[in-house]
């Protein structure tokens, strides 16, 4: 930098001098004693700027100095913070494992406890719906009280056989009043009709020229099938123009007094193999009024919904181990379902399939429980608890079957 300063004054020197008139021009001395002065003052200049130029280079290598003693201790310092928080860090992801071991132990004892409490829970549940079912079945007076106490009879026997009437139609289904004790008879001819025929008895039914004539019942909706019962006045029977809708229909009135929908998808199967009409088979019995109908898939499994004919609400459904398959007709005895089978069709026609939802008989109680030999396979079998009969189509014919029963096993 003093280098450059002294150059600079040279060169001011010479440029000044190449404007001064040569020695031999020159006339006022006292022109030249300012101009020396005034170099004199510019040297003093240049020599203040080069003191000055000379501090603020010591101040600048001293600020330098401590600079870089300042980004020393700033490095130091960092490794340092680096390394602290590399420890914080790995303390920090132990310490998250612990609680999350923690929270893990904590979960699966919740866990346990839910399950043990679910448990608890069903259990408790499937008590009570075991003891409200038995509640059901097994009351100490039947529905149909004061008419019948409760039913405790299990059936051991087809004891005989009696034809009273023989008609040309294959199909249909004919039956007596479940509860009331009117000697009515009414006949359902086909599968698929809209007419009920009314007899003043059986007689009238069996002989065709005894008076009274029979009474001629236009219903408002066609049914379909032959599961159809009656049940203190009313006709229950499946409608033909849907899949699943039961129809209460009022004998006297001739009107429908109320209808039902079947849940869990009935009506899109058979319920029985050799019954190619009928998708939902009712039935009564010392309890009440029944839906036997299939579940879902071909051939599969029967189930069994215990109705209210009240209200047309659904009290309970059982799946049961009874298949579709083979089958021709059902009906319940004091509260359990008997299935008929026959092969192809064609007899002999036996019971092999018995389901109780109480448990309290099984097909290894039960006798081999054959019909007598008839031609062809059962349009129709309805158990009338009123006269403790069978009420059966087969091939035209309108059958009596009378029962052998014996007293249940008591419930354990």
Request: proline share 5%; net charge neutral; hydrophobic share 35%.
């Amino acid at each position: 930098m003093m280098v450059a300063l002294q150059g600079a004054s040279a060169l001011l020197v010479l440029f000044l001098a190449a404007f001064l008139p040569p020695p031999q021009c020159a006339q006022d001395p006292a022109m030249v004693h300012y101009i020396y002065q005034r170099f004199q003052v510019l040297e003093q200049g240049l020599e203040k700027c080069t003191q000055a130029t000379r501090a603020y280079i010591q101040e600048f290598q001293e600020f330098s100095k401590n600079l870089s003693v300042m980004l020393g201790r700033c490095q130091t310092h960092t490794s340092e913070y680096k390394s602290a928080v590399s420890n914080l860090a790995l303390r920090v992801e132990r310490a998250q494992r612990e609680i999350d071991y923690i929270q893990y132990l904590r979960e699966a004892d919740e866990c346990i406890e839910s399950e043990d409490k679910t448990l608890a829970e069903k259990l408790l549940q499937e008590a009570e719906e075991e003891k409200r079912i038995r509640t059901l079945l097994n009351a100490i007076i039947s529905p149909f009280s004061p008419v019948w106490p409760g039913c405790d009879n299990m059936l051991m026997g087809i004891k005989s056989l009696k034809i009273v009437k023989k008609m040309v139609d294959t199909h249909g289904s004919w039956m007596k009043d479940a509860v009331d004790n009117s000697p009515k008879v009414y006949l359902l001819i086909g599968s698929r009709n809209n007419t009920v025929w009314e007899f003043a008895n059986i007689r009238a039914f069996t002989e065709d020229n005894t008076k009274p004539a029979p009474r001629k019942l236009i219903l408002t909706l066609s049914w379909q099938g032959t599961g159809q019962v009656i049940y203190k006045g009313f006709l229950f029977f499946h409608n033909q123009a849907t899949s699943n809708e039961i129809i209460k229909y009022n004998l006297q009135k001739r009107t429908v007094e109320d209808r039902m929908l079947l849940p869990g998808g009935v009506g899109r199967a058979l319920v029985y193999q050799h019954s190619p009409s009928t998708y939902i088979d009712l039935a009564v019995d010392e309890h009440g009024l029944w839906a036997i109908h299939s579940g879902p898939g071909t051939h599969s499994h029967l189930v069994l919904t215990k109705i209210e004919p009240g209200t047309l609400g659904v009290e309970h459904s059982w799946d049961t181990p009874c298949r579709s398959q083979d089958a021709e007709a059902s009906f319940l005895l004091c509260g359990v379902l008997y299935v008929v089978y026959s092969s192809g069709g064609q007899g002999p026609h036996r019971i092999t399939c018995v389901y109780d939802p109480l448990g309290t008989i099984s097909e290894d109680n039960l006798p081999n429980l054959f019909f007598p030999k008839r031609p062809k396979s059962h349009s129709m079998i309805h158990y009338n608890p009123r006269d403790k009969q069978l009420y059966a189509w087969n091939e035209g014919n309108q059958i009596i079957y009378k029962l052998q029963t014996k007293r249940k096993l008591p419930l354990k």
